[in-house]
Every structure is written in C-alpha cells, then in structure tokens.
C-alpha cells in the first residue's frame, strides 16, 4: 500500500524560505521509472506543478519557480524534500507530494498541507 | 511547457445523463514509440486530494467505476461520465505527463441540473 505525508510549517512570513517534507511508503524511490512530485493549489483554484524528482536523482523544476526551488531525496529515509525561498502571499496554497510513473503519471497523492503566507 | 485547455469551465447534468469533458494539448502527448498517450484524468472532491481515474487518456485506474471513459488521442481528449450518479458531482482535471513541466488543465466544475 503506497502512503504520502506532507509536513513543514502551516504559517510562513514573505521573504521566508518554506521547507517540506514527504515522507512515503509502499515504494522505494531507488526502483527504475520511481519518482515524487510536487503540485502546489492556491484556495479555490487550479493545480500548479512544482517539481519532480526521480530515482536516479535527476530533478525537473517549474520553469516559472525554477529559481526559488530545491527538491531532493533522502532514499534510506523514505522522504523527498522541497524548498522554496522568498515566500509571498501569493505562494499561499495547498502542497501536494505524489508518488509519479511514466505509465500512471500521478497515482498517489498525500492529503495536502496548507501553507499561509501572512507577516 | 504545454498548455492544457479544458473544456468547459463548468457544466450541468442530470442525474443518469451523460457528461462530458474536454481536454485540448497545445501540442501532441502521443509517444510514438510505444503509441500512448501521456494523458491523465483526476477527480478532486473538496478538501481531498485529487484521485487518479484515468491514465494514458483511456486506461481505468484499478476500483475507478466504469461508467468513467476517457477517449482521444493526440491533442483532443474527452473524459466521458456514462451515467452521472451524484457522488460525481466535484470538479475533474486533465493533466500531461509527455514531458516536463508536468501540466494541468484549469479544471471542469460537474454539477446536477
């Protein structure tokens, strides 16, 4: 049974960088074509994606957020690490992890976290 | 990137009817090597994260009932509900996985007339 949590802190300041963390299990993020996303909903609007990791280490970032995104993995502790610097309110959203092929795109999503972007 | 149009905003049906979405690729998602489409469909209730119904624009994902279908190929794809029961009543995604950036499309609203 593949499982996802989002963690990290639900109230960050602007200029602040936000730091989460996926932790999952059911799969390992060493097996050929394995990868964990990233996908960002603002409240009351569409999904945004972030960022990807794949087993071999190799990462894709969102060109329009490339500059302020870090994703990386820790293998032997079953997590996936997203930074984003320079926060603003209008990074205000909802953060999704999800477990990623390239036959089943996004399978299996964790519940979320909301991260509010207020001084 | 490709832009993911969907189609329409949002749309009303009675209960039993048919509904139909519409995804448009601004380019080809089709993979000729393998001859698949690189084509998602996501269901979002809210307060839930989106769920997987379709994958490679007509592939049921396991315990996704059958009235969901989804048809196209290319740059045209339609998610089709045969029967709308009202527990499909939320708002549904398509979503590229051909290339990075990974992208979706603004989402179709599904409500009962």
């Known amino acids: 049974q593949i499982t996802l949590k989002e963690s990290g802190p639900t109230l960050v300041k602007p200029t602040q960088t936000l730091t989460l963390t996926c932790t999952f299990s059911?799969?390992?993020?060493?097996?050929?074509?394995?990868?964990v996303g990233w996908i960002r909903q603002p409240p009351g609007k569409a999904l945004e994606w972030l960022a990807l990791?794949?087993?071999?280490?190799?990462?894709r970032y969102s060109p329009s957020l490339k500059s302020r995104l870090t994703i990386t993995k820790d293998t032997s502790k079953n997590q996936v690490v997203l930074t984003m610097t320079n926060m603003d309110p209008v990074d205000t959203a909802t953060y999704y992890c999800?477990?990623?092929?390239?036959?089943?795109?996004?399978?299996?999503w964790g519940q979320g976290t909301l991260v509010t972007v207020s001084s | 990137d490709i832009v993911m149009t969907q189609s329409p905003d949002s749309l009303a049906v009675s209960l039993g009817e048919r509904a139909t979405i519409n995804c448009k690729s601004s380019q080809s998602v089709l993979y000729s090597s393998n001859n698949k489409n690189y084509l998602a469909w996501y269901q979002q209730k809210p307060g839930q994260p989106p769920k997987l119904l379709i994958y490679?624009?007509?592939t049921r994902e396991s315990g996704v009932p059958d009235r969901f279908s989804g048809s196209g190929s290319g740059t045209d794809f339609t998610l089709t509900i045969s029967s709308l029961q009202a527990e499909d009543v939320t708002v549904y995604y398509c979503?590229?996985?051909?290339?990075?950036?990974?992208?979706f499309g603004g989402g179709t609203k599904v409500e009962i007339k």
């Open positions: 979503q590229q996985y051909y290339t990075t950036p990974l992208t």
């Open positions: 990791i794949f087993w071999d280490d190799d990462k």
């Open positions: 059911g799969f390992s993020l060493s097996t050929s074509g394995v990868g």
């Open positions: 490679w624009a007509s």
């Open positions: 999800a477990h990623s092929t390239m036959t089943t795109g996004l399978a299996y």
